[in-house]
């Protein structure tokens, strides 16, 4: 299908087009400065407003951002550890299982997926 | 007009129409115009015991329109209507007629007001929804499908078994509020529960609604589940037992959703942890916390659909979804990405998006019942879910590495549904009141508190902030083209082990029985044959002297019977 | 009177009409079961058939009775024994059956010679077996062969 | 008739409607040949047969209470003139006759006008009114001679009507021919029987009959008479070693015909010896108990298997269906045999039953001939796609010919073997049971080879115009509709056996 259109950006659409930036070099790196930035922010704001709590661990400062970010930490960490266990070849359950269907590379301009 | 006829029975209607009418736009039109029909229909029920019917001396009744029924069934109006027009493409009849017929059953259980019907409908929905599933026409689709119907089914079987004791032992049919205390009621619960996705009960959902056809994942995520919230909060609110499991259940699939390819299967993860948080809600049991899993299932469905949807169109459009072929899409379908973020972000619950009203009003229930250890479970499940759904879902299928793909944006229609969708999603998070006026308990609850905003940004972002972090190293788990274990592997491996076990006797049993199939009952069947078969003397043309022979040595032995005796 | 032979011969001669007629209704089945020839077949029948109108009308038979036809004027002499009419009228309905039966069967002979060629059983039967043969042959799943 | 209750005073229409039950149709038969057109054939023979239908369904309504009609032909007083006798066992049967004919007249407009030659049509449409009127005949007449002489009547017309198949395979006219023989050898049983029987009470008249030989009691004659009743009825009614004449002339006849006598030939022939084993001869004779005993019981069991078995090795729809009339007849004669009221229940039940399926079945083997051009396994591989209405027609009534609860033959199998239990017969019911998984084995076949087989490629093969298909689904859906309701045929039958199984009483009225 589309798939193997030659790959011109002014084929994109509009709105495509305006996140090319993105692809760029520094792009990434640009998200992920605002991210900082945010997240600075967010700790000044945390001392600036009130907030009020039902539970007493609320009161502690910054513990939302705290929490957020050492309980993903430890969750990616332990997804990491985990793979180690759980992971199995794709046909494990069965030859045919979906996990097997033809990746689009695979297929490669073969089927229409308009069915 | 409407008050008499119960709302199922519109669909049911439907679906024995549209094989009727010609294939094409026509039937597309009647599947879009019934819940539209339906839910003005719903809307303007009035409140109590509307239609009753007698069924082998029970009374059974159909429509029991209370607040609680009427924003579930408002609901299930509201996703069909979507799930309508996002499959508006389709052409194929299976799935149009069972897409109505499941709908139907979903509306008809939650109008059910005692036990036997609800019972009917929960057995309807599942029968109906497999062809869903199995109309991805492919053998994986198929095993997965019968996995999923033997669960469905089981689910029906043991609330039919707790129907029954129930009967026998209270002499009542009524499906009314319930307490832990009988096998009845816990056989009730667990029917709920396998349908509900309880934690270790959930595999079904992880496992059928990618295996389901594009449309048919759709319209699978919206009701299933759903019905079994609006079960529990009619039959077993304010369970205690509850609370935990929906912790649990909030948590489990964590790791899983992070190690899992299929972004379809992430998805269906992320929605299974929502349904924790629903559980929490229903066992607190207060006004507050109902309202809020009543609320969260509704944008539940909202956004639950609406990631769908939007892996939907990448599917339909490059025929995978899974995080290794993905990538780099964004360029070509841009808006489809723009509505995943939409949906990423209500069901991570920022604040503007629909996610946010609903799991407020249960963290702060947990919170103000002072339940630590689920608060922080619901806490991490948040956070979690962020990461697994708002972060890992959108990045992966959009954004990531730049593969080869280049699909064409998704077809009209779906761009459509998808943006009414994501409207929907943002209405909900912007405008909060109207969500909780159609909720069925009056409780005054603002959201939208700064310390509230804050502390909510800064789980979201520094959760963000870990995640942008670790995706360059080696902690973080990139996506690999492979099966992860997880507790299906109990039924698809451990007890079909044991099952071979049992089988050695069987299995001698069955080969005993071949050598008979190959020896003596060959010889048999050929006797047979030769005796009964067309060439065979029994079945040829008698010459009639034989015949009238037969009659007079008939005639001689009646003769000598009756003269004997 | 006497007995003879371990017989009873009143009872053998008083029912000679009996025996009469199962030796005749015995020929007829006979015939039908031993003629190959279709028509030889029909033949046998009218015959058996006759033998049961005889046995009715003989059961009719009232003795010392004579013919049940009443004087025109319908002055019945009370003395003058009638045989029984009714068996009569029956067998009268019976023979225009048989009549048609007859008629039919021949009709049939003539259509089955038309058709095989031939009005002997045997042959036909022959045929017949061919034609399910090569049904078989032609329909079944299971070869089959001549038996 | 001792004590005579029903006065005869045939002053309206209504009190007419004995005679006119066989006057109708009977005089419709000379009609069709005399106008001669061959476009007025049909609507007089449906119209003919549609009278009929009105008239017996209000026959049976009047008599479904236990009363009893007796007319009197003619004003001839019985015993000596003939009388017709309508109860609730013999308006049943005439209702069933006759809605199969009516239902069947359509169907055979459209299949006849293929398999048959046009110049025979109107002939062919006369024959058929005679063979109606001569069922219909048997059925309500209640004189001895006069069930001779319409059996005869029925008997005459049958081979001609299934000599009409000789256009689409000769061995029709060997059928017919066979079944001449053997049909006239046993009509002849038959009159011998009633011979010996007016010997006996010097009477004819059935209820006569019954009364003289309950008060004259057991003879040698008697016991003859009986004999040779049983044999030449169970000849016509394809008993197991008599049924030889059945299989080939179901085969080769036209398929409407065969559709329209495996439902009531066979049928009409159960019930003239349901009457004369229990009405006229006392159900308390000892040679009776023996013979059905001995006789009638192991050869119905015997035709169940054998004539199973010899389905289930069939290649050809319709010879299957034929062989497996002879089997289901089986349970007929068998539940006959029990003695019982359940057992006569279950008869007379599966007699209706069985009579719906088969008409059902044997009309979608007619439409299998008439798109595909045969009723072999292989022309009609999987058909099941290219005539979706029929072949689910026959799966429903396949099913209901297996007795799958919710269908007709479920219901007078369960009656059958209640019957068998309460003799404590339960080895029979064991047996019962067993011969309908061979039946699941021949409708399998035909389900198979309708659904899992594939079409071949350049089949053009189409569904059969309406005409045919309402019949069929008409029968269809009646297999399901007495299936679940059970209501009219339940106790109708139940209201039949008390009736039959008061023995002489039965036929006296209340």
Redesign the interface.
Known sequence: MDNRTPDNADTYPALGRAFLWLDRPGGAKAVRYTLFILCALLIVADFVFYKKGYLPIEEFPIFYALFGFFSCAALLICSVVMRVILERPRDYYAPTDGALEPSPQEQAAKVDHHA | MLDALPTAFLFFLAALILPILPRGPLRSLLVLIVPVVAGLAVYALPMGNLVQAEFFGFTLDLMRVDPLSRVFALLFCIAAFLGGLFAWHLRDTVQQVAMLLYVGAAIGAVFAGDLVTLFFYWEGTAISSVFLIWARRSEASYFSGMRYLTIQIGSGVMLLAGIILHYSATGSIAFDAMTLDSPASWLIFIAFGIKAAFILLNNWMIDAYPSATVTGTVILSAFTTKLAIYALARGFAGTELLIYIGAATAVYPLIWAQLENDLRRVVAYALNLQQGFMFVGIGIGTELALNGAIAHAFVGVLYGMLLFMTLGAVMYRTGTSRATDLGGIYKTMPLTALFCLVGAASISAFPLFAGFVSKSLIISAAAKGSHYVVWGCLLLASAGGFLVCGLKVPFFAFFSKDGSLRPREAPGHMLLVMGLTAVLCVLAGTNPTALYALLPYDVSYQPYSTGHIITQLQLLLFSALAFALLLPTRLYPRPNPTVNLDFDWVYRRLLLGAIGLLAIPVRGFFRALDRFKAGPLKALIRTLYNTYGPMARTSQFWPTGAMVLWIAILLGVTLLVSYAS | MVKEFGLDWTFVIGHLNYWLFIILMMTGLYIVVAKGNLVKKIVGLNIFQTAVFMLYISVGKVKGGTAPIFPVDMNIDPDVLYSNPLPHVLILTAIVVGVATTSLGLALAVRIREEYGTIEEDSIQKIDRDTCLQDANLHSEVASEPR | MATETVVHTALTLTDQLPALQIVVPFVAAPLIVLLGGRRWAWPIAFAASLASLVIAALLLASVLDGSIISYHMGGWAPPVGIEYRVDAANAFVLLLVSAISTVVLPYARTSIAREVSERHHALFYTAYLLCFSGLMGVAITGDA?NV??FL?ISS?ST??LI?QG?ERD??A??A???Y???G??????F??GI?FL??ATGT?NLADLADRIADKGDS?TI??A???I??GI??KVA?Y??H??L??AYTYAPSAITAFLAATATKVAVYVLLRFVFSVFQPAF??????LE??ILPFALVAMF?CS??A?????FK?MLA?SSVAQIGYILLGISFLNETGVTAAVIHLFNHGITKAALFMAVGAYVYSAGGS????MQGLGRRMPLTSAAVVIAGLSLIGVPGTAGFISKWVLVQGALEKGWWPVAILIVGSSLLAVIYIWRVIEVLYLQPTPEDSRVREVPMSMLVPIWIMTLACIWFGLNTDMTMSAAQAAARGLLAGSAGMMGQ
């Open positions: 001679f001779f002489v005869e005459l081979y001609v000599a000789a000769r061995r006219l060997t017919s021919y066979d001449l023989i053997m006239t050898i046993g009509a002849t049983f009159v011998i011979g007016y010997m004819l040698r016991r003859a009986f004999a040779f049983v044999v169970g000849l008993m070693p008599v030889r004449w299989p080939n000892i040679f009776e108990v023996h013979t001995f006789i054998a078995f010899v289930v090795f069939q290649s050809d010879m062989f072999f396994y292989d022309t």
